[in-house]
């Protein structure tokens, strides 16, 4: 029920391949379509960046970017990792296993 409201309401932002699984798309894809709804994001662009260096979490089930761009939205951590996605200053790193983790680090 979440992953699905989480791909409506990306869908609403006119991204493209929001509801695309890692598995669909490669890991460059993802990151593009993240880094299209972090930019859209107004609630995540008021955030700075501050000290941040790092967002990580663990999601079980299919990987996509409305999925993952709907849980960073909901820390403070997560939409400052945002701003960095979508200002090109951080990378996405995903392990994907049955609990797959996601990690959004600062660029060096």
Do not use: H
Request: aromatic residues 4%.
């Amino acid at each position: 029920m979440i992953a699905q409201r989480a791909e409506i309401r990306a869908a609403r932002t006119r991204c493209a391949r929001t509801d695309r699984s890692l598995k669909e798309v490669n890991l460059p894809k993802l990151m593009a379509a993240l880094r299209c709804l972090a930019r859209k994001d107004t609630k995540s662009l008021r955030e700075g960046t501050g000290e941040w260096q790092s967002t990580s979490f663990r999601e079980r089930g299919e990987l996509n970017a409305a999925r993952i761009w709907t849980y960073l939205r909901g820390t403070k951590s997560g939409r400052r990792a945002l701003v960095a996605l979508a200002a090109g200053r951080a990378k996405l790193v995903v392990r994907a296993s049955d609990r797959s983790r996601v990690i959004v680090r600062a660029r060096r």
